[in-house]
C-alpha cells in the first residue's frame, strides 16, 4: 500500500478537520496528546498526503504543497491554542488544591511588649534631644547633699522633713544638724540631678534627667512608693520665665497634642524661686476639657546656682519635673496605679512596642 | 494642713455675701495658696427644731430611765392621727437633760449622720421612735456627748431662742450643711496657718477690704513693764543653734479671777470643731482659737502654780520631762525649755518643750483661777529639732518652723484676755512682762529690673512698689530703679531679691508672663549618647524577641534570698539596707534584678497566665561595707572637688543591668502544633541577640558542675564574657528556685552588667571588609571529642586552623550514644572557604582541611570518615 500512495486531497482535509474538531473538545493534555499523535503522528493522513506530494504531477504538487501547509498551520493553531487552555486550566486546579484559610491565627513567636513608662520617658527624652537638650542621669542611691542640701533644703528644713525620705543606712555620721545617719537617702526626686549635672558639664546647660525616684508612700490607686520622673534644667544667661513657659507648653503639646498648653500658679519649692505649679489644660480629659496638675516648676533658686560654684547675678535659670505616671495615667485613661507598677503582661501587652 | 471657714474668714476681710467654697478656693489658688480638698457637710436632713411636748420617764429593767417623749416637730414633719390631725411625733429619748418645755435638735426618719448613721423609725423600749434628739457628738459638732443638745444653750441670743419654731430647718441654724476648704500651705508662708493671713492673701487675689486685726489689738495692748512685769522672765540661753537665739520675744500677761468652769461659746466650740480641734476649757479654747485666728501660738499657765522667774533655757545633759500627752522624753541639750524656779532655784523646775508640747506641770486645771497668757517668739530651727528629734509636730511647732510674726505677740495676748475677761469674768492684768531682743531684719536692696531679668515681666516701677506695699513691704526708693524694702514682721521668707520678685509676679499673676522658646548652643555632643542609645536597642530586642518589659520595685528581703538559694548572711552586709522601709521584709535594695524579677513573674503565675516571660532594664545597688562616710556639707556653696569626690566615694556601685526570666512554652501552642517548652538555649539566643543588636563581642564560659552559682542549673549556666571580664550570667534556673518561687521545671534566665558590657564597645564605625566573588568551597566535617570540650573551644579551633579563607562555620549537628563512646559526643560543621584574590583548588582545601584537623586534634578531637 505504500508503494501505491496517491494523494487525496478532499480525503486529507477531511482527516484534519476531524482532527481538529477532536482537539476543540479535548479537556486534558493526555488527550491532546493522543490527538496529535493519531492526526499528526507518522502515521497519520496528514503525514500520508505529505508523503504523497512527490508522486504527482507538477502542476499537481504545487496546490497540493499549498494545502497541506495550510491543514499544518491549521493543525497547529488549533493545537497551540487547545494546550494552553487545559495547561492554565490544569495549574489552576493545582494552586485551588493548595488554598488555604489565610486569616488563621499565625502566631509562632509573637511580639513581647515594652513597658508603657519605659517607651513613654525614651518619647519625652526624644522631645528634649529635639530641642537640642542632652539626656543626662544620676544616682538612685543618692547623697543627702545632692537631694536636699545643693537644692536650698537646708537640714533644718521644714520641707526636708516633707518630703517622706527612705533613708539608707550606712557607715553612720552626723548630718549638718547633728542628727546622726548616713547622709545618704533614694533621691526623692530628679532634681538631685541639677547640681550633679552643673558641676559635671558648666554652663550653659540644658538638660532633661529622667528617672526613678522614692517616696514612702503607700502603694495605692494614686500613690506608688517608686515612681518616674523627668526633671528639666537650663542654666544660660538671659533665660527667664518666659523661656520655662515657652518649653512647658511645648512639651504639653508634644504629649498631649496640639490643644494642650499649661498655666503656671504661685507656690514653693526650696530650690526654685519664683516657683510655680504647673497646671496642665488637658483637651482629651474625661467629661470635657480642662487643668489638671501636671508638675511643678520655677527659675533656679540663687542658693543652688551658687551650691555649683555659678554666680546667680550673671546666670539665670529655670527648673520643671513632671511626673510620668501621671503622664501616663492622663494619656492612656489608666485609673489605677496598680496596673502600672504590677507587672502583668496583659497591661504592657495593649502597649506592645509603643505607647 | 488649715481649714478656711466662710463664716470666721468674713471677720478680716469682706468677702461677697454669696461666696461659695469653690470661688473661695479658685480665689486663693490664684496667689499661691493651694485647695486640698472642700469637705462637704457629711450629715443629711432632715434636721429640724423641736419641741418636747411631754417627756414621761419609764423605768426600765436594766435600771436606765428612759424618756417616751412628743415632740412637736412642726406641720411639715409631725404625726397625724386617726383623725387626720397633725400631732407631735413619738421619741425615745434617754438622754438625762431630757425635760419638757425643750427646744431640742431632732434628727427624722431619711436624717443621715456621720459615720453613715441613718435615722430610721424603730421600735424600742415598747414604742415606735419616729426619730432621735441629738448630742453634740452625734451631729460631730463637738466631743460632748453627757446629754443631748439643748438649743437655749446652744449659742442663740435670747430672741433668737424664742423666735425658733418647730420644723426650722437647723442643718441651716447650726452650720451643718456647710462645706469647708482645706488648704495646702507651702512651708514658706507660716502666716497663711491663721484666719489673718489667708484674709491678707484674699486681698491680695481679690482687692477686697481688708483689716489687719493686730493693728487694733496692739493699740488696745497696755504698755510692757518690762522683764519683770505680771511675772519675771529671764532668757538664758547659753547654746544659740547657728548663732540665733532660741527665744527672742517673751511675752507674758496675767489674767486673773477667772471663774473655774466658766462655758466656751458655742460659736467658738463650733469654730473649733470644724477646724479639727477638741474643746478642752475655755482658757485652752481661747489659746487654740487665737492661734488659728492670728498665728500666734499662745501657751497658758495655771499662775498659782507657777514660781518666778520663768527661765527659758536649753536642757542639761540627762534632763527629762513628761509631756502632755503622758509620755516621758530624754531632753537634748539642744532641746529650748521654758522653766520655772520652785524654792528660789531659778529654772530647776521643766513647764514644757519651747514651742512643741507643754509638761503635766503647771497647766491650767479645772480649777484654775489665775491665768499665765505666754506669746512668746522662738527660733525656727531650734523648734524644728525638737519637733523633729521627739517626734512631735504640734500646731504650734507647725507654726513656729515656718516662722511665726515676730510683733504678734501684744496682739495676741490682749485677744486672748479680752475673751477671758468676756467668756470667764476675768481681769486681765495691765503690767505684762516683755522680753523683746528681735533683731531687725537687714532690709533688701533691690533692682526693679530684676522682675524684668529673672520673671521676664515688664512692669513699671510704680506697679512694683506698689505689689511690694500690698504684701506689707515697706519701700524706700534710692531713685534709679533701686529700692531698699523690708520685709512684714510675718514674711521671715522674704530675704532675697527673687523672693520679691516672686511676690511681684503672683501678685501681677503668672499668666502675665510672655511665652518664648529658648535655643539650646549646638556645641559637643549632640543627641542621645551611646550607652542612652544601646539601651533601648537592648529593651527593643527584648521586646521584639517576645519577651515583656516590667519595672519592679528593687526591693528585697529574705525571702527573696532564700528563694534564689542565697546565704542571706552573706548577702545582707552587702546589699544597701533602708532604715524605713514600708515593708519590714523588704528592707534591703536588690543586688541581682532577677530577684525583683521574680517576683513579678508569680504575681503574673498566680493571675492564672502561663508562658510568662519577662525583662526589666535597671539599676542594681552593690554596698561596701569599707565605704567612706559620706560628709555633711553646707548648701549654697559649691564643695570643693575632694569634698565631691568624697560624697560619691561613700555611695554603693549603682550599675545598670538588663535581665530576664521565661517560663512555660518557648512558642505559642495552636493549631500549628504543639510548641515547645522553654529551656537554656532561649535564654542564651536572647543573650547572643543583645549582644549582636549593639555590636559587643561576648562568648560563654561554662563552670564546672561544682563551680556553679546556686542559683543556676549546675549543668546549664554558663559566664557572659567579654573582654575577658565575666559580665553576666545565663542558663537555667536551679530547679530548687523553680521549686522556690512555683515555676516551670527548666526556666531559663539571663542577666547582663549593661555598665560593664557597654564599657567593652569601642563604639567606632563597623570597618567593612571586602567581598570576594571567586567561588566558595564547602566541606562538611565531623569530630568525635570529649564531653568536656564545649562547642565553643571547638569552633574557636577551626577558626584558627582555617585562617583568613574561612568564610562560615555553622554547628549543624550534636549526638551522642553508643557510636561515638562513653563520655564523648559528635559536632558536625558545615564549613565554607573563599579565597580574597583566587578560586580555591582542590589541593588548597585538603591544606586547610589538615590544618583544621590539627588544630582540633590538639582538643583530643578526631575526625570521623
Redesign the interface.
Known amino acids: 500500500m505504500a508503494e501505491q500512495m496517491s494523494f487525496d486531497a478532499e480525503a486529507v482535509t477531511a482527516a484534519v478537520a476531524e482532527g481538529i474538531e477532536k482537539i476543540n473538545h479535548a479537556s486534558t493534555m493526555e488527550e491532546l496528546k493522543a490527538i496529535k499523535s493519531q492526526y499528526a503522528g507518522a502515521q497519520s493522513a496528514m503525514t500520508m498526503a505529505s508523503k504523497a506530494i512527490g508522486g504527482l504531477d507538477k502542476p499537481q504538487k504545487k496546490d497540493a504543497g499549498k494545502l497541506m501547509g495550510k491543514l499544518r498551520a491549521d493543525f497547529g493553531r488549533a493545537y497551540g491554542k487547545k494546550e494552553a487552555a487545559v495547561k492554565a486550566a490544569e495549574e489552576a486546579a493545582a494552586l485551588a488544591a493548595e488554598t488555604v484559610d489565610m486569616t488563621?491565627?499565625?502566631?509562632?513567636?509573637?511580639?513581647?511588649?515594652?513597658?508603657p513608662?519605659?517607651k513613654l520617658m525614651?518619647d519625652v527624652?526624644d522631645f528634649f534631644?529635639g530641642?537640642?537638650?542632652?539626656?543626662s542621669d544620676g544616682?538612685?542611691?543618692?547623697?543627702?547633699?545632692?537631694d536636699?542640701?545643693?537644692?536650698?533644703?537646708?537640714?533644718?528644713?521644714?520641707?526636708r522633713?516633707?518630703q517622706d525620705t527612705?533613708?539608707?543606712?550606712?557607715?553612720?555620721?552626723?548630718?549638718?544638724?547633728?542628727?546622726v545617719?548616713?547622709?545618704?537617702v533614694?533621691r526623692t526626686q530628679t532634681s538631685s540631678d541639677q547640681v550633679r549635672g552643673l558641676?559635671k558639664n558648666g554652663v550653659?546647660l540644658?538638660i532633661a534627667c529622667p528617672g526613678?525616684v522614692f517616696r514612702?508612700d503607700?502603694l495605692d490607686a494614686t500613690h506608688t512608693?517608686?515612681f518616674h520622673q523627668i526633671e528639666a534644667l537650663?542654666v544660660?544667661k538671659g533665660?527667664?520665665?518666659?523661656?520655662l513657659?515657652?518649653?512647658l507648653?511645648?512639651l504639653a503639646v508634644a504629649m498631649f497634642g496640639p490643644d494642650a498648653h499649661t498655666?503656671?500658679?504661685?507656690?514653693?519649692f526650696?530650690f526654685t524661686?519664683?516657683?510655680?505649679?504647673l497646671d496642665l489644660w488637658f483637651p482629651d480629659k474625661k467629661g470635657g476639657p480642662g487643668w489638671l496638675e501636671w508638675g511643678g516648676c520655677g527659675?533656679v533658686?540663687?542658693?543652688v546656682l551658687?551650691?555649683?560654684?555659678l554666680d546667680p547675678d550673671e546666670y539665670?535659670g529655670f527648673a520643671f519635673g513632671v511626673g510620668v505616671e501621671r503622664t501616663l495615667l492622663l494619656r492612656s485613661d489608666i485609673n489605677d496605679m496598680h496596673d502600672l507598677?504590677?507587672?502583668?503582661?496583659?497591661f504592657?501587652?495593649q502597649f506592645v512596642?509603643g505607647e | 494642713m488649715p481649714m478656711v471657714d466662710i463664716d470666721w474668714l468674713r471677720e478680716h476681710v469682706e468677702l461677697p455675701q454669696d461666696l461659695t467654697y469653690e470661688q473661695l478656693a479658685k480665689d486663693l489658688?490664684?496667689?499661691?495658696l493651694?485647695e486640698e480638698e472642700i469637705h462637704q457637710s457629711q450629715l443629711t436632713g432632715p434636721i429640724v427644731v423641736g419641741y418636747v411636748v411631754d417627756a414621761t420617764p419609764e423605768p426600765q429593767k436594766n435600771g436606765k430611765t428612759i424618756n417616751w417623749c412628743h415632740i412637736d416637730v412642726g406641720d411639715k414633719y409631725n404625726d397625724v392621727d386617726e383623725n387626720g390631725n397633725k400631732v407631735p411625733r413619738g421619741i425615745i429619748c434617754g438622754a438625762p437633760n431630757m425635760a419638757a418645755g425643750e427646744k431640742v435638735v431632732v434628727t427624722l426618719p431619711g436624717a443621715v449622720l456621720p459615720g453613715d448613721f441613718r435615722i430610721e423609725p424603730r421600735k424600742t423600749y415598747g414604742h415606735i421612735s419616729e426619730g432621735m434628739c441629738a448630742s453634740e457628738r452625734e451631729l460631730g459638732l463637738g466631743d460632748s456627748h453627757a446629754g443631748i443638745i439643748l438649743l437655749r444653750d446652744y449659742g442663740f441670743s435670747e430672741e433668737e431662742y424664742e423666735n425658733l419654731k418647730p420644723g426650722d430647718d437647723l442643718m441651716h441654724l447650726l452650720h451643718l450643711d456647710q462645706p469647708l476648704l482645706e488648704i495646702n500651705v507651702?512651708?514658706?508662708?507660716g502666716y497663711a496657718f491663721s484666719y489673718r493671713g489667708v484674709a491678707r492673701e484674699y486681698f491680695d487675689s481679690t482687692g477686697a477690704k481688708f483689716t489687719d486685726p493686730v493693728t487694733e489689738l496692739t493699740a488696745q495692748a497696755p504698755e510692757s513693764a518690762g522683764t519683770n512685769g505680771d511675772i519675771e522672765v529671764i532668757i538664758n540661753d547659753e547654746a544659740p543653734i547657728h548663732g540665733v537665739p532660741g527665744c527672742d520675744r517673751f511675752y507674758a500677761r496675767a489674767v486673773r479671777n477667772y471663774v473655774p468652769g466658766s462655758k466656751t461659746p458655742n460659736w467658738m466650740r463650733r469654730r473649733l470643731s470644724r477646724a479639727g480641734m477638741r474643746s478642752l476649757s475655755l482658757p485652752v479654747d481661747v489659746t487654740n482659737y487665737v492661734m488659728l485666728d492670728l498665728g500666734q501660738p499662745l501657751h497658758a499657765y495655771d499662775l498659782d502654780k507657777i514660781e518666778a522667774p520663768i527661765v527659758v533655757r536649753r536642757a542639761k545633759a540627762g534632763e527629762k520631762l513628761t509631756t502632755l500627752d503622758g509620755k516621758e522624753r530624754d531632753l537634748s541639750t539642744?532641746d529650748l525649755l521654758i522653766t520655772d524656779s520652785p524654792n528660789g532655784e531659778q529654772g530647776s523646775r521643766v513647764l514644757g518643750i519651747a514651742g512643741v508640747m507643754g509638761g503635766l506641770y503647771g497647766e491650767v486645771t479645772a480649777e484654775t483661777k489665775n491665768i499665765l497668757i505666754e506669746a512668746a517668739h522662738f527660733d525656727?530651727?531650734s523648734i524644728?529639732?525638737s519637733a523633729?528629734?521627739h517626734k512631735l509636730p504640734s500646731e504650734a511647732s507647725r507654726r513656729f518652723?515656718?516662722g511665726v510674726d515676730t510683733q504678734l505677740q501684744p496682739a495676741a495676748a490682749q485677744m486672748a484676755a479680752d475673751m477671758l475677761v468676756r467668756f470667764g469674768q476675768a481681769e486681765a492684768s495691765l503690767t505684762p512682762t516683755d522680753i523683746n531682743n528681735v533683731a531687725a531684719r537687714p532690709a533688701i536692696s533691690f533692682k526693679t529690673s530684676e522682675v524684668?531679668?529673672?520673671?521676664?515681666?515688664d512692669l513699671t516701677d510704680d506697679v512694683i512698689v506698689a505689689k511690694l506695699e500690698a504684701v506689707g513691704c515697706k519701700v524706700t526708693d534710692e531713685g534709679n530703679g533701686n529700692l531698699l524694702v523690708e520685709a512684714p514682721t510675718w514674711r521671715p521668707d522674704l530675704t532675697?531679691p527673687?523672693?520679691l520678685?516672686?511676690e511681684v509676679?503672683?501678685l501681677v499673676g503668672?499668666?502675665e508672663?510672655?511665652?518664648?522658646?529658648?535655643?539650646?548652643?549646638?556645641e559637643g555632643?549632640?543627641?542621645?549618647?551611646v550607652p542612652?542609645l544601646r539601651k533601648?536597642q537592648i529593651?527593643?530586642e527584648?521586646?521584639?524577641?517576645?519577651?515583656?518589659?516590667?519595672?519592679?520595685?528593687?526591693f528585697v528581703g529574705d525571702a527573696d534570698f532564700k528563694a534564689f538559694q542565697y546565704d542571706a548572711e552573706k548577702v545582707a552586709p552587702v546589699s544597701?539596707?533602708?532604715?524605713?522601709?514600708?515593708a519590714g521584709d523588704r528592707p534591703y535594695?536588690r543586688r541581682s534584678i532577677l530577684l525583683t524579677l521574680a517576683q513579678?513573674v508569680q504575681?503574673?503565675i498566680h493571675?492564672g497566665?502561663e508562658n510568662?516571660?519577662?525583662?526589666e532594664?535597671?539599676?542594681v545597688?552593690l554596698?561596701d561595707p569599707q565605704?567612706?562616710?559620706?560628709?555633711?556639707?553646707?548648701?549654697?556653696?559649691?564643695?570643693t572637688d575632694e569634698q565631691?569626690a568624697a560624697?560619691?566615694a561613700?555611695?554603693?556601685d549603682?550599675p545598670m543591668h538588663v535581665a530576664g526570666i521565661m517560663t512555660g512554652k518557648a512558642?505559642?501552642d495552636?493549631?500549628?502544633g504543639d510548641a515547645r517548652a522553654v529551656d537554656w538555649t532561649d535564654a542564651v539566643e536572647a543573650v547572643h541577640r543583645i549582644a549582636d543588636r549593639i555590636g559587643a563581642k561576648i562568648a560563654l564560659e561554662q563552670p564546672k558542675a561544682d563551680d556553679a552559682p546556686a542559683q543556676w542549673h549546675p549543668g546549664r549556666v554558663a559566664y557572659v564574657v567579654a573582654d575577658g571580664k565575666k559580665l553576666g550570667l545565663v542558663g537555667e534556673l536551679h530547679p530548687k528556685v523553680n521549686e522556690a518561687l512555683g515555676f516551670p521545671a527548666h526556666s531559663a534566665a539571663f542577666e547582663l552588667d549593661l555598665t560593664a558590657l557597654f564599657e567593652t564597645l569601642n563604639n567606632k564605625p563597623v570597618q567593612a571588609k571586602p567581598i570576594s566573588t571567586f567561588p566558595p568551597v564547602k566541606q562538611d566535617l565531623a569530630f568525635t571529642v570529649s564531653d568536656d570540650v564545649t562547642a565553643e573551644q571547638l569552633r574557636e579551633a577551626i577558626e584558627r586552623g582555617a585562617g583568613d579563607m574561612l568564610e562560615s562555620i555553622d554547628l549543624f549537628d550534636v549526638f551522642t550514644g553508643e557510636q561515638v563512646g562513653e563520655g564523648m559526643k559528635s559536632l558536625a560543621y558545615a564549613v565554607t572557604f573563599r579565597a580574597a584574590d583566587k578560586t580555591l583548588t582542590g589541593d588548597d582545601s585538603e591544606a586547610l582541611r589538615e590544618r583544621i584537623v590539627a588544630e582540633a586534634a590538639k582538643l583530643g578531637a578526631q575526625l570521623r570518615a
Request: proline residues 10%; glycine residues 8%; hydrophobic residues 40%.
Open positions: 488563621l491565627p499565625v502566631e509562632r513567636k509573637p511580639l513581647g511588649a515594652r513597658h513608662l519605659a525614651e527624652e534631644v530641642m537640642g537638650w542632652q539626656i544616682p538612685e542611691v543618692e547623697t543627702e547633699w545632692f536636699f542640701d545643693a537644692l536650698n533644703f537646708g537640714p533644718d528644713h521644714p520641707a522633713q516633707m527612705f533613708y539608707v543606712k550606712g557607715n553612720q555620721t552626723k548630718d549638718a544638724a547633728g542628727f545617719g548616713s547622709n545618704m533614694l558641676i550653659p540644658y526613678r514612702t503607700e512608693p517608686v537650663a544660660d533665660l527667664t520665665m518666659a523661656d513657659k515657652g518649653v507648653d511645648k498655666r503656671l500658679r504661685p507656690s514653693y526650696p524661686e519664683p516657683s510655680a505649679e527659675m533658686n540663687p542658693n551658687r551650691s555649683a560654684g539665670t507598677v504590677e507587672g502583668d503582661v496583659r504592657s501587652e512596642m | 489658688v490664684r496667689v499661691g493651694e507651702t512651708p514658706d508662708r539642744e525656727q530651727v524644728a529639732r523633729r528629734r518652723e515656718r524684668a531679668r529673672v520673671a521676664g515681666l532675697m527673687c523672693d520678685v516672686e509676679a503672683r503668672y499668666d508672663i510672655p511665652t518664648r522658646v529658648p535655643s539650646a548652643p549646638v555632643h549632640v543627641g542621645l549618647t542612652q533601648r529593651a527593643d527584648l521586646a521584639e524577641y517576645g519577651l515583656v518589659e516590667v519595672l519592679t520595685y528593687p544597701v539596707q533602708i532604715v524605713n522601709p514600708l535594695l513579678t504575681r503574673n493571675r497566665i510568662v516571660s519577662l525583662y532594664l535597671g539599676h545597688y554596698w565605704a567612706p562616710a559620706i560628709p555633711a556639707l553646707p548648701g549654697g556653696v559649691r564643695p565631691i560624697l560619691n561613700g555611695l554603693p549603682q512558642e505559642h495552636g493549631w500549628l
